[in-house]
């Protein structure tokens, strides 16, 4: 029997490397996919190059094993929560998580089948899980039933009952988890054949970027104890909805507003953000018959949630979240993926030098056609590039070892 064809996105042909190359070259995919899912949030067609965020940490698995793709992984999503903050998480996590493991495929020569199904299998988990959150403990289990059963007034043909209605709710996040890791298996191969093609050497501010190696992030002085207070204010506003509860929840978060001098257009960009998903929350429990009074108070406690994200967010600042989550990374170092994890977020660049990377992918952007082809092609072409700018500087004589 002939073998059977390797991928030609496969790095079998790639050299091995010493540990401060490796440390680099993963700093520089960090990064990448840090500002790519950050730039996804700004720019035309983002969703497009938020799925492109996801080749850098496969290309990570791809060169340097799954380990080191998922320690790039949960490194990028540190610098990405620093700078956009845990309220906003939500996209780039499934693609964090499951880019890894295509990596790891495609270095085996595995079929864009394969992938597909196991970029689906990961997404389906997550999408479970928070739907799950959502539903039990968010929107409660009462007012998303009778939302179903209002809704089979519309749609008769749909079957009754509590199971019929998970079922479904099941059975729609499968089909979407399906869609998004067949077009995420195919970014990634199309992505990875073009990694090594080449770099532009046209591009301007070519200055390298200022390593994080061997010196302290500036953070908050209070940092941890204001993510303690955000941590037990999460606590208590998730343990009911009493209204006495939701007011001295809302109070004392107004209070610490005020003392940590948060600014006022934060507030109103919390409020945004909140106003979305209050609304659904109401939505679902005033069409589920549950109560106005009752539909209120559960969305008054989403909205709750996420002020007290965006509060900590911009009350602990960006280095103070990063400096918190690398404590929490190093207190769990003895699990070898995430002390490898705390040497990348160690060597990574400051998030300052992300505003040269971010004026060349807003320039490929402006030359490309507002179609998905077009963007994603461009996307891809900066990644490489961008990867290898944002890497890490050769650690200088007297820098601490970094254990990977």
Not at 353 to 369: M, Q, T
Request: some cysteine; hydrophobic content about 50%.
């Amino acid at each position: 029997m002939a073998p059977t064809p390797r991928d030609p996105a496969a790095a079998s042909d790639v050299p091995e490397v010493d540990d401060s190359t490796r440390l680099r070259e993963l700093s520089g995919m960090t990064n990448v996919a840090a500002l790519t899912f950050l730039a996804a949030r700004a720019v035309p067609l983002g969703w497009i190059v938020a799925v492109a965020g996801g080749v850098p940490l496969a290309r990570a698995a791809q060169r340097h094993g799954g380990r080191a793709g998922y320690a790039a992984a949960t490194a990028g999503l540190v610098e990405t929560m620093a700078v956009m903050g845990p309220a906003r998480m939500g996209i780039p996590v499934p693609h964090a998580a499951s880019a890894p493991l295509l990596g790891v495929l495609v270095r085996r020569g595995r079929s864009l089948a394969a992938l597909a199904l196991a970029g689906a299998a990961v997404r389906s988990a997550y999408y479970v899980a928070t739907s799950a959150f959502s539903i039990l403990v968010l929107i409660g289990l009462d007012a998303y039933l009778g939302s179903y059963e209002q809704l089979r007034e519309w749609l008769p043909f749909l079957p009754a009952g509590r199971g019929s209605a998970l079922w479904i709710t099941f059975a729609l996040l499968l089909l979407w988890s399906l869609g998004a890791g067949l077009i995420q298996a195919t970014v990634i191969r199309r992505g990875l054949r073009c990694w090594d093609i080449g770099t532009d050497s046209d591009s301007d501010d070519l200055d390298p970027p200022r390593s994080r190696t061997g010196r302290t992030p500036i953070a908050h002085p209070h940092a941890g104890s204001l993510t303690v207070l955000a941590l037990l204010g999460f606590a208590i506003t998730l343990s009911g909805t009493d209204a006495r509860l939701l007011g001295i929840v809302g109070a004392a978060l107004g209070i610490a507003w005020i003392v940590t001098r948060a600014d006022a257009r934060a507030l109103r960009w919390g409020l945004l953000l909140a106003l979305p998903l209050a609304l659904s929350t109401f939505a679902f429990g005033a069409v589920g018959g549950i109560g106005i009074a009752v539909a209120l108070r559960r969305a008054i406690r989403v909205a709750l949630l996420v002020l007290i994200a965006v509060w900590l967010h911009h009350a602990a600042g960006g280095e103070g979240l990063r400096a918190q989550a690398l404590r929490v990374v190093h207190l769990l170092r003895r699990f070898r993926t995430l002390a490898l994890a705390a040497a990348v977020l160690g060597a990574s660049v400051s998030s300052a030098d992300f505003g040269g990377a971010a004026r060349r992918l807003g320039h490929r952007l402006r030359n490309a056609k507002r179609r998905p082809t077009p963007v994603l092609d461009a996307s891809l072409a900066w990644l490489a590039d961008e990867s290898h700018r944002l890497a890490a500087a050769e650690p200088t004589k007297g820098d601490p070892p970094e254990e990977i």
